[in-house]
Structure formats: C-alpha cells, structure tokens
C-alpha cells in the first residue's frame, strides 16, 4: 500500500521522478496490518453499557488482539491530532489500563515509553474526576497556548511511526 503525498504545481518535479516519490513513501508491511486491523475493529458492535464509559465498553466488546490494537490507535490518534491534553480533554483516560496492557504486550523499548509517558501523566492528574466525558476541572488547562505535556507530545511524535510498527509486527505477527 501506498502512500501518496500531493505535489505543488510547478514543483519541478517530472513524471520520471513521481514513482521514486510513491516508493519512498511505501508504508512499512506491520503498519498497514495495524491500520486494517483497527479498520476492523471500528466495525465491532459495541453492546450499550451503562456500567462502563463508552470507550471502554468499546475495548471490551473486542476479542484481545484487537483490544490491545484499539487501545493504541486511540492513544495515537489522540496525541498525534491534539496531544495529550486532546486524549485528555476527550476522555480516554479511562482507557489507560487498556493502554498499558497493550504497551505490555508489544514489549519493546517504545512500548515502554509510551505507558511510561501515560502513567506519569495519569499520576500528575491524581485525583482529577475523569470520566467519559473529560475532565470539567481541569478544562482551564486546555486554553493555555503551552500544555505541560508538550515536551511529551514532541517526544511521542519522534517515534510514533516506529512503535505502531512494532505494535504491528508483535500483536499481528502473520
């Protein structure tokens, strides 16, 4: 699978040139796995639950390969839109046990990063009221230009694409 990059008009670039773009842009093997295996994922019927915020209800209506896979799309697709305070603010906190048991089960350095990251940020917010909704007391933070969590949101995104990779290749290995 290929992933395509628009070019600007009158770029210089010839159609000679435009295949070495398209395979220098080739997505690694274990990420389009990890990209279909959330796409299918996203089709569970997820049972109505009012025991349980909706995104966990989510994970738990998944069998436990897609659990662990759903569980990091959600934190990668968060952090990556909006950083962590998006995952915050959008109530994906509760997912974190989730989260962690996926990083566990990747089992590499940037899986261990990643809980890390999550952990200590869970612990900086102790006693915050999380639920499915986001936080309402902690809303103030989000409306600051800097977060506290930039620093963790740029060392995320130095090795993101490396860790859904592996994330790849260790829970859907063929």
Request: proline residues 4%; charged residues 25%.
């Amino acid at each position: 699978m290929h992933q395509i990059k628009f070019i600007k008009v009158g770029s210089g670039l010839t159609e000679d040139v435009l295949p070495f773009i398209v395979e220098a842009t080739e997505k690694h093997p274990a990420i389009v796995r990890f990209e279909e295996a959330v796409d299918k994922a996203e089709t569970v019927q997820v049972p109505y639950s009012t025991h349980f915020p909706a995104k966990v209800s989510q994970l738990l209506a998944l069998e436990p390969t897609l659990r662990h896979v759903m569980a990091i799309a959600m934190w990668d697709s968060q952090v990556l839109n909006g950083g962590i305070d998006q995952w915050l603010e959008n109530g994906y906190a509760c997912t974190l046990p989730y989260l962690l048991a996926a990083c566990d089960a990747v089992g590499t350095l940037n899986a261990k990063r990643v809980a890390d990251m999550a952990v200590g940020v869970s612990e900086s917010l102790e006693g915050s009221n999380y639920d499915d909704a986001g936080s309402e007391d902690i809303n103030h933070e989000f409306l600051q230009d800097e977060s506290p969590y930039d620093k963790l949101d740029t060392e995320y995104y130095t090795f993101n694409e490396e860790f859904i990779r592996e994330a790849g290749e260790r829970l859907l290995a063929n």
